[in-house]
């Protein structure tokens, strides 16, 4: 489902908050791939990261002091971001079995795959169809792995979250770039306009049975015959 309005040109198309949640819950966090996967994804929609931007994530990018990422985006521009307590909770579960992957302790990338390299971006993207598939979501657009930054990004500006903090989260160069995500959701806009006091007003009236409803009967007109003039 599209959060805000239909009619914005380019508006990017985020999954609703209960659909992201089944998601997450359709992976298997009983095995160690499901419990790198569900870092992996989280990062993407936690931190709003661009599939690229895991990819290239490496041990040295965490500070465990400060509970930050430090994230290399598009033109090799880095941003810091803060991670959650709820983010902070599943790195360190990865982390904890980081070890078991192959070549864990000559590789410096933050997410392995079982063979020992660094986690491949159509890995990513393979796995994470296979997720879409088993949690059988319905959405009526493509669901990528980039719809959870897409999400990320809509999710805190329902919540109201200024332009300028987004544009900084996301790594855009400019505040255009964020703008797309700048629209209404529907939920906002319904509540807009039942707070409306022609609204209001005229819904006490139903209630209190003040405007009589009526319908009104067709009456069927009787035709007039033509009039044909010759001169």
């Not at 931190?47 to 690229?52: D, E, F, H, K, V």
């Not at 709820?86 to 590789?107: C, Q």
């Not at 390299?117 to 994470?128: A, G, P, Q, V």
Request: proline fraction near 3%; aromatic fraction near 8%; charged fraction near 25%.
């Amino acid at each position: 489902m599209i959060y805000g309005l239909p009619g914005y040109k380019d508006e990017p198309h985020a999954l609703e908050i209960k659909q992201v949640k089944t998601f997450f819950e359709t992976i298997d966090r009983a095995t160690c791939i499901g419990i790198r996967d569900y870092a992996v994804y989280g990062f993407m929609y936690g931190l709003g990261l661009r599939i690229g931007e895991v990819h290239t994530l490496n041990l040295e990018s965490l500070d465990s002091k400060k509970n930050t990422l430090t994230v290399t985006g598009k033109g090799s521009r880095r941003r810091v971001l803060n991670l959650s307590v709820e983010l902070g909770r599943v790195l360190a579960e990865y982390l904890a079995i980081r070890s078991h992957f192959l070549n864990a302790g000559k590789n410096q990338a933050l997410f392995m795959s079982k063979k020992g390299n660094r986690l491949s971006i159509r890995t990513m993207e393979d796995n994470f169809k296979k997720i879409i598939a088993r949690s059988e979501l319905q959405a009526w657009f493509k669901v990528t792995c980039h719809t959870l930054r897409h999400c990320f990004a809509s999710h805190l500006n329902d919540e109201g979250v200024d332009i300028l903090v987004l544009q900084s989260l996301l790594g855009h160069s400019t505040p255009k770039s964020t703008e797309i995500y700048i629209h209404p959701a529907m939920r906002k806009v319904r509540e807009a306009l039942e707070n409306l006091p022609g609204v209001i007003y005229m819904n006490h009236l139903y209630e209190s049975g003040g405007v009589p409803l009526k319908f009104q009967s067709r009456v069927k007109q009787k035709s007039k015959p033509m009039e044909v003039i010759i001169n």
